[in-house]
């Protein structure tokens, strides 16, 4: 898995409570990246970070808000977890080469909001 | 929407057989990949294909790419059992600034039967 890490692999949880997921890298990539995938819908990206804090959104980032002050963590929070925030999150680096965006998944997290 | 959209949506083959998967996509791309994901884990890179490129082999892996259709093949030549499992497609677009992220299909389930 390229060193990258994801805690807590599972996780339960009430509605409106908040969660923060940690994706760990050990390899000092510049780009990290946390999907959703839900049945359906594949993989949708959430927010990325292209270095140390900066970020920016992506396709599904209502809800989630994300931090990296360290280039080996990236944080995804919702802030008050709601029913359709259930899914398994990915985490993802991508090295540096050029153009291309070849990525690297992390194992991810299966989180479930009762 | 969906950049990348991959058919069939389920294909069940016997060992031995050949696997072909497609994608097609809506916007010119930088390039073209294609990931793995078994049943529970993260996704894991196969290839990548570049706009300017047309056919690239890894090992039993071809993948094409037809611009002017706005599409991908990936053929799984002799398929074994071990190839069960989701393949996706991900496209890279032409920024029009900034940073370009890749954008995942919904995924074709492979089943390959002893």
């Known amino acids: 898995d390229a060193g990258i890490t994801q805690s807590p692999r599972h996780k339960v949880t009430e509605t409106g409570t908040p969660v923060t997921l940690r994706c760990h890298q050990t390899e000092n990539h510049r780009y990290m990246y946390w999907y959703r995938q839900d049945p359906g819908h594949g993989l949708r990206l959430i927010h990325y970070?292209?270095?140390?804090?900066?970020?920016d959104k992506g396709e599904v980032s209502d809800g989630y808000s994300v931090s990296r002050s360290k280039t080996e963590d990236f944080l995804l929070t919702l802030e008050s977890a709601t029913s359709s925030q259930t899914s398994v999150y990915f985490c993802?680096?991508?090295?540096?080469?050029?153009?291309?965006?070849?990525?690297?998944f992390g194992p991810g997290t299966r989180l479930t909001v009762l | 929407s969906q950049q990348g959209e991959e058919d069939p949506q389920a294909l069940s083959i016997q060992e031995g057989e050949n696997a072909t998967m497609n994608c097609s996509y809506k916007t010119s791309i930088n390039n073209l990949q294609w990931y793995r994901q078994n049943s529970g884990r993260g996704l894991v890179h196969l290839i990548l294909?570049?706009?300017?490129?047309r056919e690239k082999h890894s090992g039993r892996l071809r993948v094409t790419l037809d611009t002017s259709k706005k599409s991908s093949s990936l053929l799984i030549t002799a398929s074994r059992a071990a190839d069960t499992a989701s393949y996706f497609c991900?496209?890279?677009?032409?920024?029009?600034?900034?940073?370009?992220?890749?954008?995942f299909g919904k995924g074709t389930m492979l089943l390959v039967s002893p």
């Open positions: 294909i570049r706009s300017n490129e």
């Open positions: 970070s292209y270095g140390v804090k900066d970020t």
């Open positions: 991900a496209t890279l677009l032409l920024p029009n600034s900034g940073y370009s992220t890749l954008t």
């Open positions: 993802a680096i991508s090295e540096t080469r050029g153009s291309y965006n070849e990525q690297f």
